[in-house]
């Protein structure tokens, strides 16, 4: 499989239409879970333009995959800067929204799907800062070692050990309930 993969990656440097067509049926689940982890587990429309993008970077962008890491990891890169970027966006949205208009407050009714722990979990690693939810969602929840978690976010191993360990003593002190002290 990893053989397949790396031609597959050349014949995607090379141009082949139909490689690209196999990448993005090989790999729109990965980009899809790592979108909806890094957006904090909302999904929904952000989700699939995230998808969306990083698919039409990877065509535009193609012949410049050389190779250097895996295919997978050169898409895992492309998607944290795509979720990068939206994030930039909807934080520009809302400064240039807040200007125009006073806040109203809104009510979110969030579906219970799953236990009220998993939500709150959920909820906790989507209040991290964004660095910290990029290496919380990279590590533990797509189980990539911290090698490479670092460089897909283009940082240390170092840095990468740090950010964990600071995210988890976040969840740790946002998950705590009143009678856990």
Same mark, same amino acid.
């Given at each position: 499989?990893? +053989?397949?993969? #790396?031609?597959?990656?050349?014949?995607?440097? &090379?141009? /082949?239409?139909n490689? @690209?067509?196999?990448?993005?049926?090989?790999?729109?689940?990965? =980009?899809?879970?790592?979108?909806?982890?890094?957006?904090? @587990?909302?999904?929904?429309?952000?989700a699939?333009d995230? =998808?969306?993008?990083?698919?039409?970077?990877?065509y535009?962008?193609?012949?410049?995959?050389?190779?250097?890491?895996?295919?997978?990891?050169?898409l895992?890169? =492309?998607?944290? +800067?795509?979720?990068?970027?939206?994030q930039?966006?909807?934080?520009?949205?809302?400064? *240039?929204?807040?200007?125009?208009?006073?806040?109203?407050? &809104?009510?979110?009714?969030?579906g219970?799907?799953?236990?009220?722990?998993?939500?709150?979990? #959920?909820?906790?690693? &989507?209040?991290?800062?964004?660095?910290? #939810?990029?290496?919380?969602? !990279?590590?533990?929840?797509?189980? *990539?070692?911290?090698? !490479?978690?670092?460089?897909?976010?283009?940082?240390?191993?170092?840095? =990468?050990m740090?950010?964990?360990?600071?995210?988890?003593?976040?969840?740790? /002190? *946002? !998950?705590?309930?009143? +009678?856990?002290?």
């Open positions: 499989m990893h +053989n397949d993969l #790396r031609a597959l990656g050349q014949r995607l440097a &090379a141009g /082949d239409e490689a @690209f067509e196999q990448v993005v049926r090989h790999f729109e689940g990965d =980009v899809g879970r790592l979108a909806r982890r890094l957006l904090g @587990f909302r999904g929904g429309n952000d699939d995230v =998808v969306q993008e990083v698919f039409v970077k990877v535009l962008k193609r012949r410049s995959f050389r190779g250097a890491s895996s295919l997978r990891t050169w895992m890169h =492309v998607t944290v +800067n795509c979720v990068r970027s939206m930039r966006r909807r934080i520009l949205r809302l400064e *240039m929204l807040w200007r125009s208009k006073p806040p109203q407050s &809104a009510c979110v009714d969030e219970a799907i799953i236990s009220e722990r998993g939500r709150q979990a #959920r909820e906790a690693v &989507a209040r991290l800062t964004g660095k910290d #939810r990029e290496a919380v969602v !990279l590590h533990y929840l797509e189980e *990539m070692p911290v090698g !490479l978690v670092a460089e897909i976010m283009g940082t240390s191993e170092g840095s =990468v740090v950010r964990l360990h600071r995210a988890r003593k976040k969840l740790a /002190d *946002m !998950l705590r309930g009143p +009678n856990d002290e």
